[in-house]
C-alpha cells in the first residue's frame, strides 16, 4: 500500500487525475471503475480540464460504477447515474454504449447483480478502480459486519452511511435504506486500486487503515491491505491521525 499525503483536497484530487491520465495514455481502452459522492468530485474535475486542455482521450474508455441507491432512477438528481453524468460523461468523449452504471430499479436482483460482474469480467476486469471510504470503514456500500458478500450484491445501508449521504438529501427519511454495490471480492480483482480520502471526517478511520496491522471485516477497507497495488491519496486533515504523520 503505498500512501501519499497532499497539503489539501486540490491537490489530493490533481494527484488522483495524473496517475488516471497516465493509465489511459498507456492503454486508451482503460477499464475503469468509478466513485460517487464528494471526495472524488475533484478529481473528475480535473479529468475534465485534461479532456479540454490537454486533449486526454476517453473515446475508447469503458467504466463501471461501484454502486447506485435501490429504488431510484436513473433519472433522479439523488442517483449516482445522474451524478456521473453532470459531473463527468457529459464533459467527456466517453461513448455512451462503455458506460455500465448499476440499475437501481432491478427486478431479478440476484440474477442482475451475477451478471453485471460477468460483464466485468468479459472487458477483462477492471484496470484501475477508483474508491473512497466511508466514516465507517466501508468501501463502496460494503459496510462493517463480520462478513462481507464477495460479488456485486443489495445490501441494506447502515444508519451511520444514511446519516452521512444525508447531506445530499434534504431530510434523513429521503436517504434510501437499500443499494447495490459491487462487493469486495469484485473490487478486490481490479489490477490497480487508487483510494481517496479527504477532510477531518476521515481522520479517525484513515488512522485506523494505516496504523493497524491486521484486516477485519469490521473495517472493509483493510482488505486493501491484501492488494498488491493500492495507492491511497489524502490530504493533510484526513492524515491529521496518523502516527508520525
Same mark, same amino acid.
Given at each position: 500500500? *503505498?500512501?501519499?499525503?497532499?497539503?489539501?483536497?486540490?491537490?489530493?484530487?490533481?494527484?488522483?487525475?495524473?496517475?488516471?491520465?497516465?493509465?489511459?495514455?498507456?492503454?486508451?481502452?482503460?477499464?475503469? #471503475?468509478?466513485?460517487? +459522492?464528494?471526495?472524488?468530485? #475533484?478529481?473528475?474535475?480535473?479529468?475534465?480540464?485534461?479532456?479540454?486542455?490537454?486533449?486526454?482521450?476517453?473515446? *475508447?474508455?469503458?467504466?463501471?460504477?461501484?454502486?447506485?441507491?435501490?429504488?431510484?432512477?436513473?433519472?433522479?438528481?439523488?442517483?449516482?447515474?445522474?451524478?456521473?453524468? /453532470?459531473?463527468?460523461?457529459?464533459?467527456?468523449?466517453?461513448?455512451?454504449?462503455?458506460?455500465?452504471?448499476?440499475?437501481?430499479?432491478?427486478?431479478?436482483?440476484?440474477?442482475?447483480?451475477?451478471?453485471?460482474?460477468?460483464?466485468?469480467?468479459?472487458? #477483462?476486469?477492471?484496470?484501475? *478502480?477508483?474508491?473512497?471510504? +466511508?466514516?465507517? +470503514?466501508?468501501?463502496?456500500?460494503?459496510?462493517?459486519?463480520?462478513?462481507?458478500?464477495?460479488?456485486?450484491?443489495?445490501?441494506?445501508?447502515? /444508519?451511520?452511511?444514511?446519516?452521512?449521504?444525508?447531506?445530499?438529501?434534504?431530510?434523513?427519511?429521503?436517504?434510501?435504506?437499500?443499494?447495490?454495490?459491487?462487493?469486495? #471480492?469484485?473490487?478486490?480483482?481490479?489490477?490497480?486500486?487508487?483510494?481517496?480520502?479527504?477532510?477531518?471526517?476521515?481522520?479517525?478511520?484513515?488512522?485506523?487503515?494505516?496504523?493497524?496491522?491486521?484486516?477485519?471485516? /469490521?473495517?472493509?477497507?483493510?482488505?486493501?491491505?491484501?492488494?498488491?497495488?493500492?495507492?491511497?491519496?489524502?490530504?493533510?486533515?484526513?492524515?491529521?491521525?496518523?502516527?508520525?504523520?
Amino acid at each position: 500500500m *503505498q500512501i501519499f499525503i497532499e497539503k489539501d483536497y486540490s491537490a489530493m484530487s490533481k494527484r488522483a487525475a495524473r496517475i488516471f491520465a497516465d493509465e489511459i495514455r498507456k492503454k486508451p481502452n482503460l477499464v475503469l #471503475g468509478l466513485a460517487t +459522492g464528494s471526495t472524488p468530485m #475533484g478529481t473528475y474535475q480535473e479529468l475534465i480540464r485534461m479532456h479540454k486542455e490537454e486533449s486526454l482521450d476517453f473515446s *475508447q474508455v469503458v467504466s463501471f460504477n461501484l454502486d447506485e441507491y435501490y429504488g431510484l432512477t436513473p433519472e433522479d438528481s439523488q442517483s449516482y447515474n445522474y451524478f456521473m453524468f /453532470e459531473n463527468l460523461f457529459n464533459s467527456i468523449n466517453i461513448q455512451r454504449e462503455n458506460i455500465h452504471i448499476p440499475d437501481g430499479r432491478a427486478s431479478d436482483i440476484e440474477n442482475y447483480c451475477r451478471e453485471y460482474d460477468n460483464k466485468i469480467e468479459s472487458f #477483462g476486469g477492471i484496470d484501475l *478502480q477508483l474508491l473512497g471510504i +466511508g466514516v465507517n +470503514g466501508h468501501i463502496g456500500f460494503n459496510e462493517p459486519s463480520d462478513r462481507l458478500i464477495v460479488g456485486t450484491h443489495l445490501t441494506n445501508l447502515t /444508519e451511520d452511511t444514511i446519516k452521512a449521504n444525508s447531506r445530499f438529501f434534504d431530510s434523513p427519511d429521503q436517504v434510501p435504506t437499500k443499494a447495490i454495490t459491487m462487493g469486495i #471480492g469484485s473490487i478486490m480483482k481490479a489490477k490497480k486500486i487508487i483510494l481517496l480520502a479527504s477532510g477531518k471526517s476521515k481522520a479517525e478511520i484513515m488512522a485506523k487503515l494505516v496504523n493497524v496491522d491486521y484486516i477485519t471485516t /469490521e473495517i472493509p477497507a483493510s482488505l486493501l491491505k491484501l492488494h498488491p497495488d493500492v495507492t491511497v491519496i489524502m490530504d493533510e486533515e484526513a492524515a491529521s491521525q496518523l502516527k508520525n504523520s
